[in-house]
């Protein structure tokens, strides 16, 4: 009876956390990016903000002395709307992919970060977020410059970084799977060549597609960067109606898509 109720009592066992995103959790992860990047925020601002206006000024003032006009605008004002979509990808692809690589490859920061009261998918979700609302400030230096130029300003670009971070938001979470995907940081090589760039060069960013062969139309209707260019120039120029909430559903089913494909195999990737 003495050694019953001098027993100590059990260990209260760990409280099974209810729902999968838990604020708390994304709170902790999302400070602790804002409090790192204010350590390196002048390098990655200079090259997300330089790199895009600078295939801005090329191509509008290179071949604008060259085609006046496109569908009836500027040469400039074309190329500066269709940039925000450049500036968009290279800002949150690219810091995905070799930022996620990093740090759970070589610093071991998704090892700490884990060892919290923090599950992979919170983890991935709180960085896409990041990311996405970084490339959703950067996308909109181009329209800022491309007003310096003759771009005329409209209400409709309000809603430009919304159509900026929903692209991110899509391309973060790529760039977060590939990172999983691949086993070494050599291979992104691969996906940049055979993947990104070809996008890149066919989403209607520096010309039209009406010129190219009637497949390239077809298939760049499952380009996510062609839907976000299409979205900034209405958004510039004219919103057209459903054609544009049909560009907003697909960005929105390309980001939830690669949302859950990236949290699967970042949750195998960590367990390995």
């Known amino acids: 009876m003495a050694a019953a109720t001098t027993e100590a009592p059990a260990a209260p066992a760990r409280r099974r956390r209810l729902g999968r995103l838990e604020r708390p959790a994304l709170a902790g992860v999302l400070v602790r990016e804002v409090i790192n990047f204010s350590s390196y925020w002048r390098s990655s601002t200079f090259s997300s903000i330089v790199q895009p206006l600078i295939y801005l000024l090329a191509f509008g003032f290179g071949f604008g002395s060259l085609v006046n006009k496109v569908g009836g605008r500027d040469y400039v004002e074309f190329v500066a709307t269709g940039t925000v979509a450049t500036a968009v990808l290279f800002s949150s692809v690219f810091p995905a992919m070799f930022g996620t690589f990093v740090k759970y490859k070589f610093q071991r920061t998704y090892d700490a970060i884990l060892a919290a009261p923090v599950d992979t998918e919170e983890l991935v979700t709180a ?13 909109c230096m181009p329209i800022i410059v491309g007003m310096f130029f003759g771009l005329d300003p409209a209400w409709g670009m309000l809603t430009i970084p919304f159509i900026c971070f929903l692209a991110g938001l899509g391309w973060t979470c790529f760039g977060i799977l590939i990172a ?11 996906v940049t060549s055979t993947v990104i760039t070809p996008l890149f060069l066919v ?3 520096f010309f039209p597609l009406s010129g190219l062969p009637e497949w390239v139309h077809y298939a760049s209707n499952a380009n996510p960067l062609f839907h976000c260019v299409e979205l900034v120039h209405h958004a510039a120029f004219g919103f057209k109606g459903w054609v544009d909430v049909g560009h907003v ?3 929105v089913a390309f980001a939830l ?8 195999y970042m949750t195998r990737r960590v367990i390995d």
Do not use: M, P
């Open 180 to 190: 999983a995907v691949l086993r070494s940081i050599d291979d992104f090589s691969y």
């Open 127 to 139: 960085e896409s977020l990041w990311i996405a609302a970084r490339a959703a400030v950067f996308g």
């Open 249 to 251: 559903a697909f960005l």
């Open 257 to 264: 898509v690669t949302w859950r494909v990236a949290i699967h």
């Open 203 to 205: 989403a209607g960013t």
